[in-house]
């Protein structure tokens, strides 16, 4: 059951993003994408992580995406370049280095990855909310700090930059 | 195994049944109360005081011919109203409608009138789902190839992602009090009384949080006085310009669905859900489970009637006012009442 | 409960961060190429699950929920990244009106 329900929104999962890579529409990309990160929170639920799929989707798909579609329209950019339009040489180059990228990452993880190990949603019986926010504020209080300082200056440094000298 | 599918897509079905009579009745208040309020008649033809109104209406709204405008993108432009509905209804699955004293039928427990008794993470599941609610939004603004609809569109995102934060924050205090995710367990939190006969609400506790929660779902629901993405004297209709007949229809629907569950989380966040302090924390048996239910089900009407209410009584802000209140007011205040919530947790209150 | 096996998850992940740098390196529309960054991150994430998973699956829950933090450090950085790249993008919109990359060659010589 976990394990179907787990290949149904890994497949569509791949085909949105497909769509978000090679849709000439910046808007069709965008809801693409939203489908994506809606998959890949159903995957998270799918394996118990309750907590991270709505994190996932209120971040992701309640703030980020819908600042892009905001960008996108107060740009009002209506359809861009096709996919791999352009210098024929530069595209074959960057499509090949994408793959040798890939392929590198999954060499390295490979020694890393048990063969048969496999889990069950089980494992977080009770919720993840409560020993993740406990792990927050005990061993990783200070990158949670940090963070949190992260996220000021990139507030303070978009207002700085999209402002209008006047 | 099966017994709890049935159980589940019965309750699945009778609150998708209240939810979508709930609809009508809400457009008749709205109707007769704006009258009320501003001294006329309102609608009053069809049946007693006008009541059958709504059925009216609905049948003109489906015999409607379906346009479909020149240049829209059309997949987007049928989606979007089906986005506004399915996320409008998709919240109610994790709000508790009364007390669960255990009640069985046919000798099988029914987890009371929860629909997904087993979702941990309760009001983040809202806020998840919720924030989806503005795609239908924002892809009829951008699929309607009009102007008007794009601006309300535009506005609607900006709008969204402010007030979102303000109400995220406002109820960050109740959970903190609470301990849980889980709103049967916040209403658990409020039944008792203070010195004996003081309800035990998370207002007062909580009242700044409590008001940037209810001005932020205003916002979130589009109403008056925030209804920048449809403001009819500047915008035509907003976002919903281009859409007709049952294609509006669902946006109009959403939004009403919008308030009543907008109603509902401020009655279980902040007003005890179904109990009055002490009273109905814990009732026995079918008939003091349904007594909950009843109670529960006024007091989200007395905040049904209040979204109505301040729709006729307050003017529409500028889009700067708007945004200057949400970023300079709401935030700062939902912030305060965090901090100020868990000094007093840190003090040893009974908050 | 049949278990989802670690080594499928990152498959996943690692088909999903070839597409994403397929859409960095091939597209030129910022947006889509930032559109691009953020899938690629979310690989990454679901990498952190699928490890996390398989220390859950060896007792150990304390790291697997380490796993999700990360995850949820990744989210916050992603979102700050997210606002200062938009940002910058309005900048050069209302420089150029055109955020296509190709064009944004005036430091080259």
């Given at each position: 059951m976990v394990i179907w329900a787990f290949l149904v929104f890994a497949v569509l999962a791949v085909v949105f993003t497909t769509l978000a890579v090679v849709h000439r529409s910046p808007v069709v990309n965008v809801l693409s994408l939203v489908m994506v990160f809606f998959f890949l929170a159903a995957i998270y639920a799918v394996l118990g992580m309750d907590f991270l799929a709505a994190i996932q989707l209120i971040v992701y798909s309640g703030a980020v995406l819908v600042l892009f579609l905001f960008v996108i329209m107060l740009l009002n950019i209506r359809r861009v370049e096709r996919f791999g339009s352009g210098r024929p040489v530069q595209a074959a180059l960057g499509a090949a280095a994408a793959i040798a990228v890939g392929a590198l990452v999954v060499w390295a993880v490979r020694g890393l990855a048990p063969v048969t190990g496999g889990v069950t949603p089980d494992a977080f019986a009770g919720g993840t909310a409560a020993p993740i926010g406990r792990m927050l504020m005990t061993t990783y209080l200070f990158p949670f700090e940090l963070i949190s300082v992260v996220l000021v200056a990139a507030l303070v440094g978009a207002i700085a930059l999209a402002r209008r000298e006047s | 195994m099966w017994a709890d599918v049935i159980v589940t897509l019965v309750k699945l079905g009778v609150v998708l049944a209240v939810m979508l009579t709930a609809v009508p009745i809400m457009v008749w208040v709205e109707r007769r109360g704006s009258a009320l309020i501003q001294d006329r008649l309102g609608?009053?033809?069809?049946?007693p005081f006008g009541l059958l109104q709504p059925v009216v209406d609905a049948v003109k709204l489906l015999t409607k011919e379906h346009l479909t405008p020149e240049g829209v993108n059309r997949f987007l432009y049928y989606l979007a109203p089906g986005i506004a509905m399915v996320v409008a209804l998709s919240t109610f699955i994790v709000i508790p409608f009364g007390f669960d004293p255990g009640l069985e039928l046919f000798g099988h427990p029914i987890h009371g009138f929860l629909v997904a008794p087993d979702l941990n993470i309760g009001v983040l599941y809202i806020f998840a789902v919720g924030s989806l609610g503005v795609y239908g939004i924002i892809l009829a603004g951008w699929a309607s190839n009009n102007k008007y609809a794009l601006l309300g569109g535009i506005r609607s995102s900006a709008q969204m992602i402010s007030y979102e934060l303000a109400m995220t924050i406002s109820v960050v205090s109740v959970l903190m009090t609470t301990g849980s995710f889980r709103l049967d367990r916040v209403v658990e939190h409020q039944s008792h009384a203070w010195l004996g006969f003081i309800p035990a609400w998370n207002v007062v506790p909580h009242i700044l949080g409590a008001i940037t929660f209810i001005i932020a779902v205003f916002a979130e629901t589009n109403r008056l006085p925030f209804d920048l993405p449809e403001a009819e004297a500047e915008l035509v209709a907003g976002y919903h310009t281009e859409y007709s007949s049952m294609k509006f229809a669902a946006f109009f629907m959403s939004e009403y669905i919008n308030m009543v569950t907008a109603s509902t989380l401020i009655v279980l966040l902040y007003f005890g859900g179904w109990s009055i302090g002490p009273v109905l924390a814990h009732p026995q048996g079918w008939g003091g489970a349904l007594t909950s239910v009843a109670v529960f089900g006024l007091k989200v009407a007395f905040f049904l009637w209040f979204f109505v209410w301040v729709r006729w009584t307050l003017p529409r802000f500028r889009f700067d006012q708007l945004m200057a209140i949400g970023w300079k007011v709401m935030v700062p205040v939902a912030v305060l009442n965090f901090v100020l919530v868990g000094v007093m947790m840190a003090l040893g209150w009974p908050v | 409960m049949i278990a989802v096996p670690v080594p499928w998850i990152l498959a996943l992940s690692a088909v999903l961060f070839v597409l994403g740098a397929l859409g960095v390196l091939l597209r030129r529309n910022a947006i889509v190429i930032f559109l691009g960054v953020e899938i690629m991150l979310n690989a990454a994430n679901l990498a952190f699950v699928a490890f996390a998973m398989e220390r859950a699956g060896s007792g150990s829950v304390s790291s697997a929920i380490s796993g999700q933090l990360f995850v949820f450090f990744v989210i916050g950085v992603a979102a700050a990244e997210a606002a200062v790249g938009l940002a910058l993008f309005i900048a050069i919109h209302r420089l150029k009106e055109t955020i296509d990359v190709d064009r944004l060659n005036i430091l080259r010589w």
């Open positions: - | 609608p009053n033809r069809v049946g | -």
